[in-house]
């Protein structure tokens, strides 16, 4: 019996920029919920992290990277119950809460189970590939920024 992987069909859905502010699960509209379907049905779910993932205090914010957008660890499970299972943090936003910021951050999407590239505790980290495994297939994702 060959595996599933084998048959060389996978889904991936693309999405854009993820600023959460507040949980998801709250919205009931029948358009944002057919949404959701979409992306869970898909083996691989893939959106820029265009924030921080940190608690309010953590960090040192920068002075002069203009917004400092914070998406506090809890709401990590809102981009799991969306269906988002990959997202690059190799942004504009990556350093707003400095080194410690950014490795905090690392630490918080590893506990979330959300597989992330473009950043690292150090130059080869940052520019590794992640990967993430489907019943379908494995997915890498090298994510960079020229900022």
Not at 57 to 66: N, V
Not at 78 to 106: D, P, R, T
Request: net charge negative; proline share 3%; hydrophobic share 40%.
């Amino acid at each position: 019996m060959p595996y599933d992987a084998e048959r060389g069909c996978i889904s991936i859905a693309l999405g854009g920029a993820i600023l959460l502010s507040r949980g998801l699960k709250v919205f009931r509209e029948p358009q944002f919920l057919r949404l959701r379907e979409l992306l869970q049905g898909a083996d691989v779910c893939f959106a820029n992290l265009e924030s921080s993932v940190l608690r309010y205090g953590e960090g040192i914010p920068a002075l002069r990277t203009g917004t400092h957008r914070v998406t506090e660890p809890e709401l990590l499970d809102a981009l799991n119950w969306l269906g988002i299972k990959l997202v690059s943090c190799a942004n504009s936003h990556s350093l707003n809460f400095g080194e410690e910021g950014l490795i905090l951050q690392n630490r918080y999407l590893d506990a979330a189970g959300i597989a992330h590239a473009g950043t690292g505790e150090n130059l080869r980290q940052a520019s590794s590939p992640t990967y993430l495994e489907t019943a379908n297939g494995r997915v890498a994702m090298i994510a960079a920024t020229a900022h």
